[in-house]
């Protein structure tokens, strides 16, 4: 069974690029025709999905998202990384790893004004 974790910094200030990373166990983030996605949960909303990253390490994202946000991965390692950029307070969420119908825990990001 996957297992995905995230880690990273619980809060950034505002302006600044928020990089998390998840770490993925017990399945190969290069397993074919499977994608790996960060999505996130702002207070009092419904899960947004951020993007993707593919088997093949081609990436998509969402068109809100997209000037923002990047994914990349370190298959060494068996990772994948989200940074977004120029973050603001709205940019305050649980944010979640998902593939290979995995979850992450989530973790709390906070962004300071």
């Known amino acids: 069974q996957v297992q995905l974790q995230e880690s990273g910094p619980g809060l950034v200030k505002a302006s600044q690029t928020l990089s998390l990373t998840c770490t993925v166990s017990g399945g190969s983030i290069t397993t074919k025709y499977y994608y790996w996605s960060w999505i996130r949960q702002s207070p009092g909303k419904g899960l947004e999905w951020i993007g993707y990253i593919a088997y093949s390490g081609s990436t998509y994202y969402s068109p809100a998202l997209k000037s923002q946000a990047s994914i990349s991965r370190d298959t060494s390692k068996n990772q994948f990384t989200l940074q977004l950029s120029s973050v603001t307070p709205e940019d305050t969420a649980v944010y979640y790893c998902?593939?290979?119908?995995?979850w992450g825990q989530g973790t709390q990001v906070t962004v300071s004004s």
């Open positions: 998902h593939g290979l119908s995995g």
